[in-house]
């Protein structure tokens, strides 16, 4: 190393970029977080934390934190647009099967949880990267060339520096669907998955007596309409009541937007010199498993333990964050893509009812599997 006490900077302030750092801080790192947006900002959305994120957070001595600040998903249900149920999801199983429940949050109180765990002055918003070097030069647009001896990027799916150190590596793609989101304050009890063709609606509680609801659905890349609220609301003509009722109570300035882009594979690394690839920036995938966030979580938790001790070791520690991360973020990808295919995606008539009979009819152990294989990660160590 080249200093008594380790430097990092962390490219991009999102949940990978501040889970990072909190990690890092934790094992003697001086972090510097370099956040493009003027300020602090987080959309008016919610996010579910699987088993495999809390105990991500549980690296990080956060997960009881969060998990405080969210709502334990108890129960839920996938049904068809005519609401008719398909299947059921007992959460007091789900927890005896992996050990921990599954939480959904609102983000704006993860990151203040992430926040708090910082030194106030580690986080700069209002800086524009603009490049890096693998020796662990970050450049910006302002405050010229900032040195460190590890540099992790978190600036998402077009970040600037997975663009300057990794650009054979794969071109995001559009899904072919959008997503509408918000945070209601109209209350639910449960957590429902609800299915049309090509068309996805979602909805959990995310404590606080508020509500997190999502809609996806196919659409040209870049749409947009004047009123996205009643543009999504003519497109549930016909859907549950509850559905309906949770768009329509939202207040029209509240729903976001935004075209859903994946990468098709991670890149071959994630690894070039001084510099690592985490959250988005490494492994953005279709939203179908809800596992974006808790990848990036997982990142963090890995990256810790893999730069504890202060930083000795570095080039070693970071081969085996690699040989950690690139495996497991390689399957969940691949699994967020199928789950999709075979659920929201369809759009046949004839393979709707083949997907909801599938569904109907599937054992309980089918379902569980698919959680132990996504949900059920624990973190190692380094050897």
Known sequence: MTAATPT???????????????????????????ERAAGSHVAGAGITLWPNALRALDVLGLGDAVEARGAVQRAGEVRTSRGRRLSTLDGAAMTRELGRPAVAVHRADLQEVLLGALPDDAVRTGVDVVGATADGTVRTARDGDVAADLVVAADGIGGTVRRALWPDAPSPLYTGFTAWRAVSEVPVERVTTTWGAGTEFGSMPIGGGRTYWF????????????????????????WP???????????????????????????????????????????????NLGQGGCQALEDAAVLTLACADAGRHLPERLGWYERERLPRVTAVMRASYWAGTAGPYVTHPVALRVRDALVAHAPASAATRQLVRVGGWRPSRPG
């Not at 094992?27 to 370099?34: I, K, M, T």
């Not at 939202?250 to 890149?267: G, M, S, W």
């Open 8 to 34: 990092a900077v962390v490219v991009g302030g999102g949940i990978a970029g501040l889970a990072c750092a909190v990690g890092l801080h934790q094992q003697g790192w001086e972090v510097s977080v370099l």
């Open 241 to 287: 009541d509850d559905v309906r009722s949770l768009v329509a109570g939202t207040p029209a300035d509240a729903v976001l937007r935004n075209d859903l882009r994946r990468l098709p594979r991670p890149p071959r690394t994630l690894v070039d010199g001084r510099v690592v690839l985490v959250g988005d920036a490494a492994h953005a995938m279709a939203p």
């Open 215 to 238: 809609a996806a659905a196919r659409a040209p890349e870049r749409e947009r309409h004047d009123d996205e609220r009643a543009h999504l609301l003519d497109r549930l003509a016909g």
